[in-house]
């Protein structure tokens, strides 16, 4: 018998678990209606052919700014199929696309443009995606609406020449999703300038909004009378705690389902929801710290060195450990503070200013966030 054979016929709790991926878009978004209108307000110009203000959008990791901007799109598209309008939207994520380049060669692409990815100069890929700009057969000019998600990696990674070219083509809005308040700070005076966008920001979810969510999820993707009563109610309480994310709770919920089937169980136990929660943070942990620079990791290594040893961490004693670790090849004490303020957005580790005492100063302590078995795992695999 062939294996997938088996595997296919095998008994399970889902019906269809793709629902509970966090790229899938549903037909409504509960609790975010606000949102959505908050964009359609400034997009709603593109319909009178008026090229419509940058936006930007901030929240934490799983508060549905993603899904907001891409349920706000197809809605814009299905309304200006119904106007004697030319709006395009185009979706870039900027983990993808890391540079202007790479983001103009895949606008024009997208236009039918024969753009490759390296080879031309950039001043070439400028000129053939204002190109696009041009009157179609019909004499209607072309308004763009670029959503650039994750927008901090690009910028941290190559700067703000996407935005300067941008924010300087006649027809072009700009959607920019961030984790992150502070990102503009890698946006030059004179790029901030010709952005002037309008700011909305998506606050974390409560647990009754999760549950909500979750509810709705649940009944495409499970079969009837499969969840035990505690499952959602505790998904959404275990995520609301993780600064109320979404994509977490999801996660939660369709682990929890496939224990559910690797045990053979007919339902889907509070239990499963627990051991969900271990093996999702332990993946979560490991992969993070293994894709980690060498040398963020070896700031790691020295902070749980000292951990183990029950040491008070201050910079100045991680700073000594991670030089004889290093062995030679190590950066400067200014640049440590960049990656223990990196490895606590992570969530990693966390730090605290405190003071020594009258003319002793203030320092920061650092302690980890995460197992030290977990940590050590990642970091000698």
């Known amino acids: 018998m062939n294996v997938f054979d088996e595997l296919e016929g095998k008994k399970s709790v889902f019906k269809d678990r793709r629902f509970l991926d966090h790229r899938f878009l549903p037909d409504k978004l509960p609790h975010r209606e606000e949102q959505i209108r908050a964009i359609a307000k400034y997009w ?28 706000a799109m197809k809605q814009l598209n299905e309304a200006s199929k119904n106007s004697n309008v030319n709006v395009r939207t185009e979706y870039i994520r900027c983990t993808d696309y890391t540079t202007e380049y790479q983001v103009l060669a895949r606008l024009c692409q997208q236009f039918g443009k024969d753009v490759p990815y390296r080879g031309w100069t950039k001043a070439e ?7 696009l700009f041009k009157k179609n057969v019909f004499g209607q000019d072309l308004i ?6 994750e927008i901090d990696i690009l910028l941290k990674n190559d700067g703000d020449g996407l935005l300067y070219t941008l924010t300087r083509t006649d027809n072009v809005s700009i959607l920019s999703i961030s984790n992150y308040v502070d990102f503009k700070k890698f946006i030059k005076p004179r790029v901030r300038s010709s952005l002037r966008d309008r700011e909305i920001v998506f606050p974390p979810y409560a647990a009754p909004q999760l ?53 053979g169980s007919d339902v889907v136990k509070g239990e ?27 700031v ?16 100045g004693r991680l700073y000594e450990v991670y030089k004889k670790i290093s062995q030679g090849d190590f950066v400067s004490y200014r640049r440590i503070f960049d990656f223990v303020n990196e490895l606590e957005l992570l969530g990693l580790i966390s730090t605290n200013t405190v003071s020594k005492g009258r003319g002793k100063g203030r320092t920061n302590i650092i302690k980890l966030q995460c197992d030290t078995s977990v940590l050590e795992n990642a970091l000698w695999m």
């Open 44 to 71: 709603v110009e593109a319909l009178k052919g008026v090229t419509p203000p940058d936006i930007t959008i901030y929240g934490k990791t799983g508060t549905g700014k993603t899904a907001v901007a891409k349920f």
């Open 125 to 131: 890929v400028i000129n053939t995606f204002r190109s």
């Open 300 to 315: 790691l290594e020295a902070i749980l060195y000292l951990t183990k040893r029950g040491e008070e961490i201050t910079s």
């Open 211 to 263: 549950v909500d969510i979750l509810n709705e999820r649940s009944k495409l993707s499970f079969n009837d009378g499969v969840l035990e009563d505690d499952v959602i109610p505790l998904c959404a309480a275990l995520a609301a705690r993780e600064e109320g994310d979404a994509r977490y709770a999801l996660d939660l919920l369709r682990t929890a389902g496939e224990i559910a089937d690797e045990q």
């Open 144 to 149: 763009l609406i670029v959503v650039l998600d």
């Open 272 to 298: 499963f929801v627990r051991e969900a929660k271990e093996y999702i943070e332990h993946n979560k942990v490991t992969d993070i710290i293994m894709t980690l620079p060498s040398q963020q990791q070896r």
